[in-house]
């Protein structure tokens, strides 16, 4: 009989899931000192009637108490943004690409064949393919830049410059030869080629077992290939950067990985952080 083989352990992963539980360790004992200093401003404020409070002593006290406590706050968000940048990169690590979930679909069904015919299974393939890119969509991580601050490139409806490179794994909108009319596509980068300056990219909507011969498979310009975001805004402290009435985008078609060009309508909601796939 073979010797089975067991799967080696993912290091790399277990490390990083250690520096996240370090990280909240160190949130945690930032917030702690952060209250201190909350509680410390309210102590003198208490201690001091309003007489007191006009002399210069107390200024230069509560001046000092609240300099620290900003400076206290501001570590802890940046600790913060720090975890959430990490669990945003354990999410993409954990999740396999769009191009291999129909792989993973088409094996996961496998089991039921006799059960059920081939356009039953392709049904329900989309069906969790759809389900998976929503997801996906949903998991990006939320940009907590001030409101003085400006949202970096590809957050939200911040645009990537010129200059901006695509890596491999990333989402695009691929404008392809030969897929329906020319239509803008929903694909995933599997190379940049520096000497060419062109991109090779793969149709998300191909499963694996159907790439034979190339299918699926474009080599386009950097002009044909859009990036789509990286982050979320986060409305609250920059709603005025969200998509208006009568703003020009690219929008899926429902249930489908292709593009058509639409207008905004109406303004989503600002209440939770968005999710703007638009381009």
């Known amino acids: 009989m073979g010797r089975k083989i067991k799967n080696r352990p993912d290091h790399g992963g277990k490390n990083q899931y250690q520096e996240l539980t370090v990280l909240l ?50 570590q802890e968000v940046e600790l913060i943004q720090k975890a959430l940048n990490k669990i945003s990169k354990l999410s993409t690590n954990r999740q396999p690409s769009a191009s291999a979930a129909g792989a993973s679909n088409a094996a996961s069904s496998s089991s ?44 939200g409806t911040v645009a990537a410059d010129g200059s901006y490179i695509c890596n491999p794994g990333e989402d695009v909108a691929a404008l392809c030869d030969g897929v329906e009319d020319d239509n803008w596509i929903l694909a995933e980068v599997y190379l940049h080629n520096n000497n060419t300056n062109k991109y090779q990219v793969k149709d998300i909507d191909i499963e694996e077992d159907e790439r034979g011969d190339g299918a699926g498979n474009h080599t386009l310009s950097r002009r ?41 309508h109406q303004q989503v909601s600002l209440s939770p952080p968005l999710s703007q796939q638009a381009l």
């Open 25 to 74: 360790h160190h949130i945690q004992d930032q917030r702690v000192r952060t209250s201190q200093s909350m509680s410390s401003i309210s102590k003198l404020y208490e201690k001091h009637g309003s007489e007191q409070r006009s002399i210069p002593s107390y200024k230069t006290r509560l001046k000092s108490l609240l300099n620290n406590t900003i400076c206290e706050t501001q």
């Open 112 to 155: 039921s064949v006799k059960q059920t015919g081939q356009q039953h299974r392709k049904t329900m393939r989309r069906g969790l393919f759809m389900t998976m890119l929503q997801q996906k969509a949903n998991q990006l991580p939320v940009w907590t830049g001030s409101k003085s601050e400006q949202p970096p490139p590809l957050t």
């Open 224 to 264: 044909r290939v859009i990036p789509l975001p990286l982050r979320k805004l986060n409305p609250s402290t920059h709603g005025h950067l969200l998509f208006q009435a009568g703003h020009k985008v690219l929008a899926l078609y429902p249930q489908t990985t292709c593009f058509y060009p639409a207008t905004i």
